[in-house]
């Protein structure tokens, strides 16, 4: 199975930061990366598709990049509604992985 | 819009079994194929598995020879039927519908529309 750590775990940021999450793959993943945040209580919202593209409504301060088995997501300019934990997820090959979460807290 | 909903949840025996649903409106759902994710109280995501358009599925480790996905395309709806469960099943369980990116042509696959989840949990 493809492992994904994601780095750092635990990220304090303030309103008007830019802050950069890291997903890193056991093995080569092609396109198939995603990034999601998720709200207690609430389920997961794609943000990022294919490594860098942006899902339609999502606002332009979140970016992704990376190839291989590195990846990045980075949100310019924290707004209050981006607190939340994070996840990347590799859909190259079964079965499909997340990472353990990145939780972006104040 | 693309809406999915998941029922069927409770509480269940270790060893008993359950079926969860999956019911989805806004799209053509016969095209899609459909996953189940899964996420412990206060902890991450696990991918439980999926169906694919024409019925072939796919399962975590975690859970093969236990779990099924079955579909009904004529109801829109997708099953988890869900065998020997043990505590470690105890989960908030999500459908969601996967996607091709069909606007890039970059041939990536995401999940795109998620439900709000139903939750199992497995106790004595």
């Known amino acids: 199975d493809i492992q994904l750590t994601q780095s750092p775990s635990f990220l304090s940021a303030s309103v008007g930061d830019r802050v950069t999450i890291t997903c890193r793959a056991s093995q080569g993943i092609s396109v198939s990366l995603a990034w999601y945040h998720q709200k207690p209580g609430e389920a997961p919202k794609l943000l990022i598709y294919?490594?860098?593209f942006l899902q339609s409504g999502v606002p332009s301060r979140f970016s992704g990049s990376g190839s291989g088995t590195e990846f990045t997501l980075t949100i310019n300019s924290l707004q209050p509604e981006d607190f939340a934990t994070y996840f990347c997820q590799q859909l190259n090959t079964y079965p499909y992985t997340f990472g353990q979460g990145t939780k972006l807290e104040i | 819009q693309v809406q999915v909903a998941e029922s069927g949840g409770g509480l269940v025996k270790p060893g008993g079994s359950l079926r969860l649903s999956c019911t989805a409106s806004g799209f053509i759902f016969r095209h899609y194929y459909m996953n189940w994710v899964r996420q412990t109280p206060g902890k991450g995501l696990e991918w439980v598995g999926c169906?694919?358009?024409?019925?072939?599925?796919y399962f975590a480790d975690s859970v093969k020879g236990r779990f099924f996905i079955s579909r009904d395309n004529a109801r829109n709806s997708v099953f988890l039927q869900m065998n020997s469960l043990t505590v470690d099943d105890t989960a908030v369980y999500f459908c969601a519908r996967e996607v091709t990116d069909e606007v890039n042509f970059s041939g990536s696959v995401h999940l795109d529309s998620w439900g709000q989840g139903t939750l199992v949990t497995v106790s004595s």
């Open positions: 169906i694919s358009n024409s019925g072939v599925t």
């Open positions: 294919g490594v860098s």
